[in-house]
């Protein structure tokens, strides 16, 4: 073939790039669908849609998939950012990501012309495009203006955070920049636990649960260098640190010595955050810091009847059914109920057993089995407890006492805990409580009352107080008024009648 025909050939090829080709931008009018992606101009970072946690796809039904920003130079997908976290699509058909009519990026079902999620930003630039940074930036900005960002990820971090953002608040626009855990490995939901700036004292951050007071782990505070609880920040020759607090805004920014480095800190689903490094040689990555560095710092890491140790949770005391007693008759082991549940999945049902004592028994003859419920049938569980969900979750068929296997020294521990106070208070106080009895049983609660409150009290409230601390001390659970009961009892919105003296009072006095 001549030279001038295999220039003019290249020369074609050069003015048609496939529309799959990598681009960093998104234009009015473009549309990003099924496996289009747009690559940062250094290859460092790419946004697409992808499946989370597609090494354990064997969980993952039904297919989700999501907007999400990752690294483009190494071979394990690593979501730094997802759009839409907790509105997961299902028909990645009929889904695109493009700019809509009001200037915002959105995610839309092509069939409905619904708006899956959008940046929600108040536009009024004319023309917006959309370009995805070096740094993992993704911009919207005016079109005609590149300098007025108008919306930016970094402005909303879901669990992680790359060098280069900002980690705090905008005194102006209140806008707070906070990281919330995953719910799961395959679920980018938010989670259990938030780290946010602490804006009532002094330059630090706290790892709380998410929508609660409960503060698990404080950064200690900033004293120029690095954060108290972090002294090994200041050896640190990978990064570079910086607390900014003025009047307009207080964050906290992390920047790494060297571009080339691959780096992001995530607050992991465990509640720790991790300062991720990839190293090459072992195409894996590193962790560098870790806040809090014991796992066992972080709240309700296990649960009840359980202690953490290296590795993981395991049980306080272990089933007495098992190697040490191969005796299904001689088991010690105990029950626990939990009430108010929605029960786990994949029960095993048995459909001869027809008491809740045989359910019991069944239980317990069988090692492997952790738990059973019994509601017109026995259902029993051998392998994890999914999906259990305990309190005011309405009224279902499903919502039922769920007993959980326990060692017979943890029973006992928890009757104990659960009596606590109110054994030590009934010992010291017996009197006192006969006083109570006495009065409620008598009609006579004046007597009770404090002569410096001079018989300024409602008695029907003061008579409704007494009862109701009597039945809470009752010996048979099934007797004692829930905490909604309580409520209502002292609302005046049910009556109570006149307590039984309980048996430990008896056996008090």
């Not at 699509?89 to 092509?110: A, H, P, R, W, Y």
């Not at 900002?166 to 626009?173: E, F, R, S, Y």
């Not at 720790?272 to 809090?292: A, G, M, R, Y």
Request: charged share 20%.
């Amino acid at each position: 073939m001549p030279l001038v025909a295999i220039l003019f050939i290249l020369l074609i090829s050069a003015f048609h790039t496939p529309c799959s080709a990598a681009r960093s931008t998104i234009l009015a009018g473009d549309r990003l669908t099924g496996d289009d992606r747009l690559v940062s101009r250094n290859g460092k970072f790419v946004l697409g849609f992808f499946q989370p946690g597609s090494e354990y796809s064997s969980q993952q039904t039904p297919a989700h998939w999501y907007i999400g920003l990752w690294f483009g130079k190494i071979p394990k997908l690593t979501p730094v950012w997802v759009a839409n976290r907790d509105r997961p699509i299902v028909n990645l058909e009929m889904s695109e990501l493009t700019i809509s009519d009001d200037g915002n990026l959105v995610i839309l079902n092509k069939d409905t012309k619904s708006t899956i999620w959008s940046t929600h930003a108040n536009i009024t630039a004319k023309n917006t495009t959309v370009v995805l940074m070096e740094n993992g930036n993704l911009i919207l900005g005016d079109a005609s203006n590149s300098s007025n960002v108008i919306w930016q990820s970094f402005d909303y971090p879901i669990d992680g955070l790359l060098p280069g953002a900002k980690q705090g608040v905008d005194k102006v626009t209140g806008l707070i920049r906070h990281l919330v855990s995953k719910k799961s490995l395959i679920d980018p939901a938010p989670g259990r636990y938030c780290v946010e700036l602490d804006t009532t004292g002094p330059g630090q951050f706290l790892y709380k649960l998410c929508n609660s007071s409960i503060v698990y782990y404080s950064s200690g505070e900033w004293n120029g260098h690095y954060f108290n609880s972090m002294p090994e920040m200041n050896g640190a020759n990978l990064f570079t640190f910086k607390f900014v607090n003025n009047d307009k805004e207080e964050y906290f920014i992390k920047n790494v010595t060297d571009d080339k480095l691959i780096s992001v800190s995530l607050l992991d689903i465990t509640g720790q955050e991790k300062q991720l490094i990839w190293v090459e040689s072992s195409q894996d990555w590193v962790t560098v810091f870790t806040q809090p560095k014991d796992q066992c710092d972080v709240y309700a890491t296990c649960g009840p009847f359980t202690i953490y140790r290296s590795g993981g949770c395991i049980r306080n005391v272990p089933l007495d059914c098992g190697a040490r007693n191969q005796s299904r008759n001689a088991t010690t082991d105990k029950f626990y109920p939990m009430t108010k549940v929605k029960l786990p999945a994949m029960p095993i049902v048995i459909e001869a057993v027809g008491s809740i004592d045989h359910c019991a028994q069944a239980c317990l003859d069988n090692c492997s089995c952790i738990a059973y419920s019994y509601s017109n049938r026995c259902s029993l569980w051998y392998d994890d407890l999914l999906n259990i969900k305990q309190g005011d979750i309405g009224t279902t068929r499903n919502e039922e006492v769920l007993y959980l296997r326990i060692s017979a020294k943890d029973a006992e521990s928890w009757r104990n805990t659960k009596r606590g106070k109110g054994v030590i208070w009934a010992t010291t106080a017996a009197s006192a409580v006969a006083l109570v009895l006495l009065a409620v049983v008598t009609g006579d609660v004046a007597g009770l009352l404090d002569d410096k409150l001079h018989g300024d009290v409602n008695l029907d409230e003061v008579e409704r107080v007494c009862k109701v601390a009597c039945w809470c001390i009752q010996d048979g659970e099934s007797n004692r008024p829930t905490m909604g009961e309580v409520v209502q009892i002292l609302e005046g919105l049910l009556e109570l009648e006149v307590p039984p003296i309980p048996r430990l009072l008896q056996a008090i006095a």
